[in-house]
């Protein structure tokens, strides 16, 4: 005898989890973060360092340089973003599956850096995607990606899956980039 099941629902006033299944479910994903690292610049370098054996942020749950966006549940975008190299970056975050992350690693990547003035220049990676954490500096230290990586893991800790998964996280929910076409010359 088959019993059918209603299917779950999502949203306001409803339970997906009971509280010691969701600190479970969110322990599990705090601690098993499979990163794809978008290296762009020289941020990259910093982020190679912090995961080497001095800092090893494997002890954190980390585990570097998933195989592809599609095995990777946080994006580290590291360096300058520019106009060109913007929908690249949209375009392999929308290949992570949920639930995903970003932190936007220095500089470059939070507002553009020393490069901000560039007509070329992305202001910043959250003109793009959404960014959860932003990990500052020119270049940023080890220390500081490894902060970052903790301050997101006390995020997915906190994580309820009802809000999560009620309003699903979309690049449209944010500002239009500026990525306009060059002016035409006469």
Known sequence: MTVDLPPPTLGPGSVAAPKPVRFL???GRRYSLWVFNFGLACCAIE???TSMARHDFIRLGVIPFAPGPRQADLMVVSGT???KMAPA???LYEQ???PKYVISFGSCANCGGPYWDSYCVTKGVDQVIPVDVYVPGCPPRPEALL???VKLQEKIAGESMTERYATPRSVESLTEPTL???PESA
């Open 25 to 27: 479910l969110n322990w």
């Open 47 to 49: 982020f190679i360092a």
């Open 81 to 83: 973003v520019t106009d």
């Open 89 to 91: 970056v949209k375009r």
């Open 96 to 98: 992570m599956p949920e």
């Open 147 to 149: 902060q970052g990586i």
């Open 180 to 182: 306009a076409a060059p």
